[in-house]
């Protein structure tokens, strides 16, 4: 590992219409063994800009704060080895990283996901019966477990097509919601039903399956197979299957 790395982050505020301006500005610091992509950028706003600004909490990939765009690739900057980083960065060239493009701009490497926030209080939590039966299958108590191991750190909405390209940010949830949704649809104690919504409000019918969330999420959460397919999949079988609306209406399901 050389000594010194340069990094080429974006420094930048929204105008007054919330567009982006702003330049990529190089720095070049000294480099420690072990060092992670947040360890540089720290050691950036020590030696060069102390108004650099940058979210993170846990340095743990536990939090899901910092999020960012590392050589064009969503990642979280606190597990993100900078040995890694140097092998695939070309001799010469700098390390650049930018705020995650999909979300407006807060400030330098601070995208703003309030748009998350305001999402998430749309859905029906846990809807569980008046009287609890806590016995259920083991494996449906993990099948949701893996969602539960999602840390909301929002790079599969960042990678989404329908987001990013299409900002469809009002009609489509996302991946980050379709596996909290699963969660909740999945959950042996739910009684609620959100299919309605994941077909109109959610636009789950956006989703063309292409996985690129799945490969970004550092929780490894399979979330176009484990948890978009099968709510489409539902889905098409509370509204477009004939034989389950004909079992529906003779009351042989509900
Ligand atoms: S699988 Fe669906 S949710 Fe995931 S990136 Fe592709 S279109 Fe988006
Ligand atoms: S599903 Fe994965 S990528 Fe998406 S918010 Fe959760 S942890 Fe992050
Ligand atoms: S600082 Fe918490 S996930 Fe990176």
Redesign the pocket.
């Given at each position: 590992m050389s000594d010194d790395v340069t990094f080429r982050v974006f420094r930048g505020e929204p105008n007054d219409e919330g567009i982006p301006i702003g330049e990529m500005v190089d720095y070049t610091v000294e480099m420690d063994e072990g060092m992670v992509v947040l360890d540089v950028i720290h050691s950036i706003q020590a030696e060069h800009a102390p108004d650099l600004s940058c979210r993170w909490n846990c340095k743990a990939g536990k939090c899901g704060s910092c999020g960012a765009e590392v050589n064009g690739k969503p990642r979280l900057m606190c597990m993100t080895r900078m040995e890694d980083i140097l092998e695939e960065t070309p001799d010469g060239s700098p390390v650049v990283v930018k705020p995650m493009q999909a979300f407006p701009l807060t400030k330098d490497l601070v995208a703003d996901v309030q748009w998350s926030y305001d999402l998430n209080k749309t859905i029906p939590p846990l809807q569980g019966p008046d009287e609890v039966d806590w016995k259920f299958n083991q494996n449906e108590a993990n099948r949701i477990q893996e969602f539960r191991s999602c840390i909301e750190c929002l790079l599969?909405v960042n990678?989404?097509?329908?987001?990013r390209e299409h900002h469809l940010f009002d009609e489509?949830a996302?991946?980050r919601f379709?596996v909290r949704l699963a969660n909740l649809e999945m959950h042996p104690m739910d009684q609620g039903n959100r299919l309605s919504k994941i077909k109109d409000e959610y636009g789950i019918g956006?989703?063309?399956?292409?996985?690129?969330?799945?490969e970004v999420c550092p929780a490894g959460i399979n979330?176009?197979d484990n948890a978009?397919i099968p709510l489409k999949e539902r889905v098409v079988t509370e509204y477009y299957d004939p034989l389950a609306w004909v079992a529906k209406k003779i009351g042989l399901r509900k």
């Open positions: 599969c990678t989404c097509h329908v987001m489509f996302g991946p379709f956006y989703c063309n399956i292409t996985r690129c969330c799945t979330i176009t978009i």
